[in-house]
T-cell receptor
Framework: GAVVSQHPSWVICKSGTSVKIECRSL??????MFWYRQFPKQSLMLMAT?????????EQGVEKDKFLINHASLTLSTLTVTSAHPEDSSFYIC??????????????FGPGTRLTVL | DAKTTQPPSMDCAEGRAANLPCNHS???????VYWYRQIHSQGPQYIIH???NNETNEMASLIITEDRKSSTLILPHATLRDTAVYYC??????????????FGKGTMLLVSP
């Protein structure tokens, strides 16, 4: 159980185009989903927190108009990188959090999406 | 959340126990210790978490010192597939929920034949 999928697993696009990445929780409902970005040889950096039915909360330094997040249902969140540029090339990872059970509050991560902007 | 300190890298022979240390000397009473790992080019994977008692599951054991200032993740019989970056994260309660996961640099564990 607790499987999170991402689609696509990799994408190559031209500079200036927009790219949409989907994150789905396959066997549980996630009231909260998170989007991370990871550059080569670096750790994961949280970009935004997404709650179903409400606006996402972005971390400091992350442009909300460039990284559009939609969390329309309890099993789907999307990240759209608008007007992508080569510096946006990165590994984008989502995670989903099921309702808290007792003292356990665990996030389950997707496999990641490798974005390359030419 | 309390800061954690981990060695940047460790080596382990296949079949032997891997003991990964983590220091969290500023941990407070309501903060949990979580461990995740990330195999190359994959998303992180939850391993185990604990508050003050030692914990064990099918993947690993977590030993937390009595003063809670440090902990050790134990992989009892490491395999080549356990080669990954291991992250020790301290998380506490904030209002209606837990704080977000903040990933440090972790420990790169290399398991060799």
């Amino acid at each position: 159980g607790a499987v999170v999928s991402q689609h696509p697993s990799w994408v190559i696009c031209k500079s200036g185009t927009s790219v949409k990445i989907e994150c789905r929780s396959l066997d549980f409902q996630a009231t909260t989903m998170f989007w991370y970005r990871q550059f080569p040889k670096q750790s994961l950096m949280l970009m935004a927190t997404s709650n179903e039915g409400s606006k996402a909360t972005y971390e400091q330094g992350v442009e909300k108009d460039k990284f559009l997040i939609n969390h329309a249902s309890l099993t789907l969140s999307t990240l759209t990188v608008t007007s992508a540029h080569p510096e946006d090339s990165s590994f984008y990872i989502c995670s989903a959090r099921p309702p808290r059970q007792g003292g356990k509050d665990t996030q389950y991560f997707g496999p990641g999406t490798r974005l390359t902007v030419l | 959340d309390a800061k954690t300190t981990q060695p940047p890298s460790m080596d382990c022979a296949e079949g032997r126990a891997a003991n990964l240390p983590c220091n969290h000397s500023t941990i407070s009473g309501n903060e949990y210790v979580y461990w995740y790992r990330q195999i190359h080019s994959q998303g992180p994977q939850y391993i185990i978490h604990g508050l003050k008692n030692n914990e064990t599951n099918e993947m690993a054991s977590l030993i937390i010192t009595e003063d809670r200032k440090s902990s050790t993740l134990i992989l009892p019989h490491a395999t080549l597939r356990d080669t990954a970056v291991y992250y020790c994260i301290v998380r506490g309660l904030l209002g209606s929920g837990y704080s977000t996961l903040t990933f440090g640099k972790g420990t790169m564990l290399l398991v060799s034949p």
